[in-house]
């Protein structure tokens, strides 16, 4: 008698994305960025194989205060500030303003099968730095005549 047996292999897709030992980026930009300039360069392995593994990732989402503002290269992970031009959401001037904030907490997703399959996500800190892009303002005093009335 002989015995037919057959096995069906299933290709797992157990591991996810990893941002290697990274669990924060944070960068330095100054509040009067230029559209399009380059804020990150993110990184990420998967230790599965082909499309499961590092080759199927594709960076999906960025997301958290200001992310309107900026571009996720699904490909390469580089985050950029949006261009300039009659399409961009990007205002003049630069909505980056260190006088009302200047930390944003962002997360950036990573997903392997070509962007359809495990996630995982790294968080992205932006500390907006200082320029001089404020004149000098003139406070209120009170006047000579309130004085006056103050000291009488
Ligand atoms: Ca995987
Ligand atoms: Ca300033």
Same mark, same amino acid.
């Given at each position: 008698m002989r015995l037919l047996l057959f096995f069906r292999f299933h290709v797992l897709n157990c591991k996810f994305p990893l941002?290697?030992?990274?669990r924060r980026y944070e960068v330095d930009i100054p509040e009067n960025v230029s559209p399009g300039s380059t804020v990150a360069w993110i990184r990420a392995t998967d230790r599965d194989s082909d499309l499961l593994g590092t080759a199927g990732i594709r960076f999906t989402r960025v997301s958290g205060p200001?992310?309107?503002?900026l571009r996720l290269d699904?490909?390469?992970g580089v985050v950029s500030v949006a261009g300039s031009g009659p399409?961009?959401?990007? %205002?003049? %001037?630069? %909505?980056?303003?260190r006088e009302r904030s200047d930390l944003h907490h962002l997360t950036v997703e990573a997903r392997d099968e070509g962007g359809a399959g495990n996630r995982n996500s790294v968080e992205l800190i932006l500390r907006v730095t200082d320029v001089n892009d404020n004149p000098p303002r003139y406070s209120v005093f009170p006047t000579f005549e309130m004085i006056k009335v103050f000291f009488v």
């Open positions: 941002t290697s030992s990274i200001m992310s309107e503002f699904p490909r390469t399409d961009s959401p990007y %205002p003049t %001037p630069s %909505p980056f303003d």
